[in-house]
């Protein structure tokens, strides 16, 4: 059984992507208030998310985890979590219906405040000031009292956060994601693209195929709610240890600030504090492969992270970019597979496309994504293996931060509503298309060797 690290193991620790705080009383002040906090999540809960990335690894289920690039505290709004939980029930319904396969809902949200960043500093005209490194951190203002870095930032994170579960509960468990209420989840926004006239095609069938089992005698009471789940990555350091609880029924370590954690592809170092830290908790976590992993290394990062070989322990997140993916993931899933360990493999299409648009913005192409995707879908069908999931930053909103997609978005419409404060993510539309793209992959690919009549189970949708 693992322990808690001590704060001065942890600092003694190779940190790196962590804040400089000016003040190291005042994070002490605020860890010692954030360690008496009650915990964000059960661990009851994570062991339930776990035991469903167990189905994904096994290739029984389907992973989609979205959400923004960077919550901000200001958005922390009603209107702004129902929008965010719409756009996912809707890609969720869009791949469970057209592709049979039950969907794990979990979101990149109430605790995705802190990001790493590829310079310490940013450069506008001849004034340079700290990089804004999230609402965890420090302000997205450009002016200096904003970029310090603050540790009582942190405290927002956890209200922050328990503001938005509590309102994702409320939804997802109080109607609001009752099946037949499909055709509304859509309905707030104008119908303008294909995409949308697809999904309301969509959702007259599910809407026809309900009243079916209706006058079959068929009442499920499963088909009124969803399980969504949080994650995010964990990153701040003094933050995910200071909501590290042990378990009453166990006495099992968990990180409670939420269910599903993240290592992400500049902190996954072996012998990096990340690991260390997340090593010792028994939540499901996910684990980013860029361009350059080695299979060598996603084994040791199992083995390190998952000696046990718990079925659902581990997701690898591969981000490698549309021009790499098919090259570079073939060799990772073969060494991994090879060694009789079961992973959940999920595709992030976002974080190995980014450029810089003539304009100055930070973009990603609607096309490359789709590439990207396709190419996954490609090397599983190749190697035989299941595709088992997308992460991918998105918003439920109409901004205009990626080029491509339905809408055929160009570099000059990008200025119209750029919104993200860090990475570009996908718009409502261009999710919803996104999502009928994986759909259309799955039901060509591995469901023809299956009997979807043994996969479907109403409370997936
Ligand atoms: O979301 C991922 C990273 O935080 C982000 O891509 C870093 O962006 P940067 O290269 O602009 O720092
Ligand atoms: C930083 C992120 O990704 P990566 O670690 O893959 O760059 C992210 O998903 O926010």
């Not at 809407?207 to 009471?221: E, I, K, P, T, Y």
Request: hydrophobic share 40%; aromatic share 6%.
């Amino acid at each position: 059984m693992s322990s808690i690290i001590s704060r001065e193991e942890l600092r003694a620790l190779p940190l790196i992507q962590q804040p400089s705080y000016p003040d190291r009383r005042a994070l002490d002040r605020t860890i010692d208030s954030l360690e008496k906090l009650p915990p964000l999540v059960f661990a009851g809960e994570c062991d339930d998310l776990r035991l469903k990335l167990a189905d994904v690894a096994d290739g029984k289920a389907f992973l989609l985890q979205g959400g923004d690039c960077a919550e901000t505290f200001e958005a922390v709004t009603a209107e702004n979590i129902k929008r965010k939980l719409l756009v996912q029930l809707s890609m969720a319904v869009v791949m469970t219906y057209a592709a049979q396969v039950p969907v794990v809902k979990v979101g990149r949200i109430a605790g995705q405040y802190a990001k790493p960043r590829s310079k310490d500093t940013e450069t506008r005209g001849d004034v340079t000031l700290p990089a804004y490194r999230g609402d965890a951190i420090n302000g997205f203002d450009f002016t200096p009292e904003a970029r310090v870095h603050n540790p009582k930032r942190l405290l927002d994170v956890y209200t922050s956060s328990a503001a938005t579960l509590n309102l994702v509960r409320a939804f997802v468990k109080g109607g609001f994601a009752d099946l037949r209420g499909v055709h509304s989840w859509n309905s707030a926004f104008v119908r303008d693209s294909e995409v949308e006239a697809e999904y309301e095609d969509l959702a007259n069938e599910i809407s026809r195929a309900l009243a079916f089992m209706v006058a079959c005698g068929v009442q499920d009471d499963s088909l009124d709610t969803v399980d969504f789940y949080a994650s995010h990555e964990a990153l701040l350091l003094e933050y995910e240890r200071a909501l590290t609880r042990v378990d009453s029924r166990s006495q099992e370590l968990y990180g409670c600030s939420g269910h599903m954690l993240w290592i992400g592809e500049r902190t996954r170092q072996l012998d990096g504090a990340h690991v260390e830290l997340l090593r010792r908790v028994r939540n499901p976590l996910g684990i980013k492969l860029g361009p350059t992993t080695t299979p060598e290394q996603a084994i040791a990062l199992a083995d390190r992270l998952d000696p046990d070989r718990v079925p659902g322990r581990i997701t690898f997140i591969a981000r490698m970019g549309a021009g790499k993916v098919r090259d570079v993931l073939p060799g990772v899933i073969a060494g991994v597979e090879a060694t009789g360990r079961k992973v959940a493999w999920v595709c992030d299409p976002m974080h190995g496309n980014t450029f810089e648009a003539a304009n100055g913005y930070k973009t990603r192409s609607f096309a490359d994504v789709v590439d990207e995707v396709n190419g996954f879908f490609d090397v599983h069908e190749q190697l035989g293996t299941w595709p088992g999931g997308l992460h991918v930053e998105l918003t439920g909103d109409d901004v205009t931060e990626c080029v491509g997609g339905v809408n055929r978005l160009s570099e000059d419409d990008l200025a119209s509503r750029y919104e993200t404060v860090c990475d570009p993510r996908l718009n409502r539309n261009q999710s919803l298309e996104l999502a009928f793209t994986v759909a259309k992959r799955l039901r060509s690919g591995r469901l023809r060797r299956v009997n979807p009549v043994q996969q479907f189970d109403a409370k997936e949708l």
